[in-house]
């Protein structure tokens, strides 16, 4: 695969990491959703599969180069060097937009997921009851999430290796939103926010010969807090493809309707017409973040009336769609060019 890569290939793959990091950071979005539009999830999966024991003995050899190629490693990278550039960058303008245009951007997202729904839909023709009942569940099981209350923060490190497991669900199976079951477990603000940042700020301290962090009991429990998690996360990368790619290669009807039904369910999550409540204090005021940003508890639905907002929100839903429709196409000609 990666001999047919043109250089504008490799450019694109790290632009769908950019996406793939961004819908992974927003509640309610799946990065898995990018890569099965994008025409890459396969790919993905099949690469993840690829970091097995065999994958280790070669790094533990020190046949570095074999271990690159036998995992794929160039795509791999593209893919991820893509998401880490777009947590630092692309996600923060995400986090800008949806706080001054949040009715507008949801739609975007709720057009993007009605898009994929036809996408993945379009192509399937397997129609029996075994994947009838799997939508129905799917989509059941999607709804459920979306509905859902939250948990309390809870900072202890088996569960938080819990967590980095679940996150990653989002970016192997698309439908399921890492950060919004974050949301639901209690600890996205933990997990994607204060951790990060206390990550960020020891780094700002080091390149600037500062070291007083060590001292500091709070900033050592989130950089293990935020190591633990690293760690479940790449856990879950691990487990997760290998128990797709082999679902996918022996039931792969079944699973494919259940996707379709995960991503159908996650449109409760992105219904663009809510108000978002924040959790609050018992004296009444907002519980606030380490950026100062009021922390989500969960969101409430309603059905919007017809005004100039609606209309626009409306003409962003067919954007999202349009936006869909435009990575379909650049994915089948790329598809056909290396065929």
């Known amino acids: 695969m990666?001999?047919?890569r043109t250089l504008k290939d490799k450019l694109f793959l790290i632009l769908?990491?950019?996406g793939m990091g961004a819908a992974n950071k927003v509640p309610g979005i799946s990065g898995g959703?990018?890569?099965f539009v994008a025409g890459f999830y396969e790919e993905f999966i099949y690469s993840l599969r690829k970091v097995n024991r065999k994958a280790f003995k070669l790094l533990i050899n020190g046949r570095f180069k074999s271990?690159?190629?036998y995992i794929n490693g160039r795509f791999l990278s593209l893919l991820f060097f893509g998401m880490v550039v777009s947590y630092f960058s692309v996600s923060k303008v995400l986090d800008y937009f949806i706080k001054h245009y949040e009715l507008y951007i949801w739609s975007v997202f709720f057009g993007m997921i009605?898009?994929?729904i036809y996408y993945i839909n379009k192509d399937f023709r397997d129609w029996n009851?075994?994947?009838?009942?799997s939508l129905a569940l799917g989509i059941l099981i999607g709804l459920s999430i979306s509905f859902l209350n939250p948990a309390k923060e809870n900072d202890n490190l088996w569960f938080v290796f819990f967590c980095g497991i679940i996150s990653v669900s989002g970016m192997t199976l698309p439908g399921f939103s890492g950060s919004f079951i974050l949301i639901l477990l209690g600890n996205y603000v933990l997990l994607l926010v204060d951790s990060v940042n206390a990550l960020f700020d020891t780094f700002y301290e080091v390149f600037g010969g500062n070291f007083?962090?060590?001292n500091n009991s709070e900033r050592i429990r989130m950089l293990k807090v935020l190591a633990v998690f690293t760690l479940g996360s790449v856990t879950g990368l691990v487990t997760f493809s290998h128990m797709l790619s082999y679902i996918l290669k022996h039931y792969k009807s079944i699973t494919l309707s259940a996707i379709i039904g995960f991503i159908v369910g996650s449109l409760g999550v992105v219904w663009p017409w809510k108000n978002t409540i924040y959790k609050l204090k018992e004296d009444g005021t907002h519980i606030l973040d380490s950026t100062g940003t009021k922390v989500v508890l969960n969101y409430e639905r309603y059905v919007p009336k017809l005004n100039s907002d609606t209309y626009y929100a409306i003409a962003f839903i067919f954007l999202g769609i349009a936006i869909v429709l435009a990575l379909e196409y650049y994915g089948q000609k790329t598809k056909k060019i290396n065929e």
């Open 114 to 116: 009605i898009g994929s």
């Open 129 to 133: 009851y075994k994947t009838y009942t």
């Open 212 to 214: 007083t962090f060590i």
């Open 16 to 18: 769908k990491g950019l």
């Open 2 to 4: 990666e001999s047919t």
């Open 33 to 35: 959703v990018v890569a």
């Open 67 to 69: 271990f690159y190629n």
